[in-house]
């Protein structure tokens, strides 16, 4: 039995121990069957874990209870993990710091049973205790800058546009149509400010629910609120980036410089040594939160900044290069792209917090060549959190993505420039070399074994496998609104690349114009041949053809195993599509995954498949997907039909 609501939370390095944060959803007056807990750990903390298993231990009955952990992520990859596990129809979005009050669970189900609208957002409150709390920080509370409304006891509503993931509550389905959490926010903070951005632009009606509220268990200190505005400085930066339209209510804390917010800190402080007064006190605490919140804004601007001149003349290419520990092959990358025959394109570098000297590398050549624009990570956020990152800073009409480790030909922008005329994108074939920069005889498209590569309108041609490769890439910068954030786990290169089919058409070059590199240290394609290479002695021969090493039967564990990976990969293929908006509309509630969990046989799926039988023929042949199809057995009186087809018309032909 599935639960009506989910709760989500997404947990920090904030003090509360897990027994009064998950035992306040023990203690709640609802029904234990009619919500689920799900908890998502940033931290992996083992004094965490053996606290939680403790308290499970001694609560052994009590709602449904998940745990996941996510060491090194932000809040929004935390709770976009929540989000792929969460069964309720209705999300509780719930902060780590909060205790929830008995009735809070309840109140958000009536709340919701009384507004049973798609829009319709519950807002809880969260309140900071009064007892051994100073007044700076009821007063930092009440104004509104903690959570972006203000928290009162006496409050009755919130502002239009309002939500945050402390204690909000949605129906599954808005937040699904919003898309994932965009996770270029790297703390636990404004992703929730951008979700409701998105949610708003949907229709979203906030309403304050008087009876779920919860308490703020969380002593405040100096320091620690130091870094939660430094924090949000810092991301205040980014999301100007991505909404460079949006009001910035926040300029007016900019207007002087950290420097002068240090200065009046120490008057304030020398104030209070000298006179006593308490209202020194509240002035020197003042100064250090926003100066914290300059510098944050201050360090992001040096890392997330524009070329210096906005009005100056756009590039026609924007190339994009994350990199990472790849100093080895660094240069020869740098070398041909400065090299390239189209001249007019930027070159944006971002060192995802490099161990080695990548950094230096990109410094030596933004010193030569003026078009590059370089900048560096404070913390390392993964290939797809850099891209996303890159891409939103790219100004040019068509942005090319470039490995640090491959090598361009000449006139690679110039040819995929001229074959994307009239397409949203275009790709090219690659050439495979070794470590040491030897061909190896293959191109990529021949390695993967694809004979046709896509091309043209249809976005379910790579609904199942990808053939489009990330660095052989050129789309319109346009494309970057529709497929960012990345979704899950599928390639983001794919994701593109169907964005492209459903928006104006993919095209092919033929022709290998870069030298793709294969060695130890790659991040992708790493079931691609490789040749053998070892330091200081000659390279072994490459194997005249490619072969199969035989695999041994599986047991019936690994074919279970199998199929399970098959289907869960087929329903979020399906999902995907139906998100994006990117097949019609009287599919996507066929292609609905709890839909298709949920029903043995699906008269609108078996239509599907007769209606686009080049999708599926191929897999159902090869056996490659036969279990992903039986979940809806019209897929094997497909089989038997087309089978009966193939048939006839061989008997038709003799």
Not at 5 to 24: F, K, Q, T
Not at 158 to 165: D, E, H, I, K, Q
Not at 202 to 225: F, N, S
């Amino acid at each position: 039995m599935r639960p009506l609501l989910s709760v989500v939370i997404a947990a920090n390095d904030h003090p509360p121990p897990p027994a009064r944060v998950i035992g306040g959803f023990f203690g709640q007056s609802a029904a234990a069957g009619d919500f689920e807990v799900i908890l998502v750990d940033a931290r992996d903390s083992p004094d965490f874990r053996r606290t939680l298993w403790e308290f499970q231990q001694r609560q052994p009955a009590g709602p449904a209870f998940a745990y996941e952990v996510a060491p090194g992520k932000g809040r929004a990859h935390c709770l976009n993990t929540g989000l792929k596990r969460a069964r309720g129809a209705l999300v509780l979005f719930f902060a780590d710091d909060f205790i929830a009050a008995p009735g809070l669970v309840a109140a958000h189900l009536a709340f919701h049973r009384d507004h049973p609208e798609p829009t319709a957002v519950g807002i809880g409150a969260g309140l900071l205790p009064r007892a051994n709390t100073q007044d700076i920080y009821l007063a930092h509370e009440a104004s509104g800058e903690l959570f972006g409304a203000p928290m009162r006891t006496d409050m009755t509503g919130v502002p239009a546009g309002f939500f945050y993931v402390a204690n909000s509550s949605a129906k599954k389905t808005l937040v699904d149509q919003c898309g994932p959490f965009d996770e270029s926010f790297p703390f636990f903070c404004w992703d929730d400010y951008e979700m409701g951005l998105r949610m708003a632009q949907q229709g979203m009606q906030p309403r304050y629910v008087p009876g779920a509220t919860a308490e703020h268990d969380h002593a405040l200190t100096l320091p620690e609120r130091c870094r939660s505005l430094w924090e949000l400085g810092y991301s205040a930066r980014i999301h100007e980036l991505k909404y460079p339209q949006d009001p910035r209510s926040w300029n007016a804390r900019l207007r002087d410089p950290a420097l002068v917010w240090r200065w009046r800190a120490l008057r304030s402080r020398l104030q209070l040594a000298l006179t006593g007064n308490p209202e020194h006190l509240r002035g020197y605490e003042e100064a250090r939160l926003r100066g914290s919140f300059v510098q944050g804004h201050a360090a992001a601007r040096a890392q997330y900044c524009l070329p210096a001149d906005p009005g100056a003349r756009l590039p026609r290419i924007s190339v994009v290069l994350p990199a990472y520990n790849g100093a080895r092959y660094l240069r020869a990358q740098l070398d041909s792209i400065l090299a390239q025959t189209c001249g007019d394109f930027e070159l944006i570098a971002v060192d995802d917090a490099s161990s080695d000297g990548s950094y230096a590398i990109l410094e030596e050549y933004a010193r030569r060549d003026g078009r590059i624009v370089l900048s560096r990570n404070l913390r390392n956020l993964g290939l797809l959190g850099n891209l996303a990152a890159l891409f939103r800073r790219a100004r040019a009409p068509w942005i090319a993505v470039s490995d640090q480790d491959d090598v361009w030909h000449p006139r690679k922008l110039e040819k995929l420039l001229a074959c994307a005329q009239g397409k949203a994108a275009a790709y090219c074939n690659s050439e495979l070399i070794d470590a040491r920069g030897e061909r190896l005889g293959l191109t990529i498209m021949e390695a993967i074994g694809v004979a046709t590569p896509a091309s043209g309108r249809d976005p379910l041609l790579l609904l199942w496998d990808n053939c489009v490769s990330g660095h052989a890439m050129l789309f319109r910068r346009e494309l970057c609104a529709g497929f960012l954030p990345f979704w899950g786990d599928m390639p983001y290169d794919q994701q593109i690349a169907i964005h492209a089919l459903a928006g104006g058409g993919l095209a092919y070059c033929p022709e290998a114009l870069i030298q793709h590199r294969l060695h130890d240290s790659n991040l992708c394609n790493h079931s691609l041949p490789r040749r053998p290479v070892h330091d200081g002695k000659p390279h072994a021969p490459a194997p005249p053809k490619l072969t199969v090493p035989k695999v041994r039967r599986r047991g019936p564990a690994e074919k279970l195993r199998r199929r399970s990976v098959h289907r869960r990969k087929l329903a979020d293929r399906f999902t995907y599509f139906a998100h994006k908006r990117l097949i019609p509309p009287h599919w996507r509630q066929v292609l609905d995954s709890d839909r298709i969990d949920r029903k043995w046989f699906d008269a609108g799926m078996f239509a599907l498949v007769l209606r686009h039988p080049g999708l599926f023929t191929e897999h159902v042949q090869h056996r490659r997907l036969r279990v992903a199809f039986k979940f809806a057995r019209g897929a094997a009186w497909y089989r038997t039909v087309h089978a009966w087809r193939q048939w006839l018309a061989l008997v038709t032909r003799a």
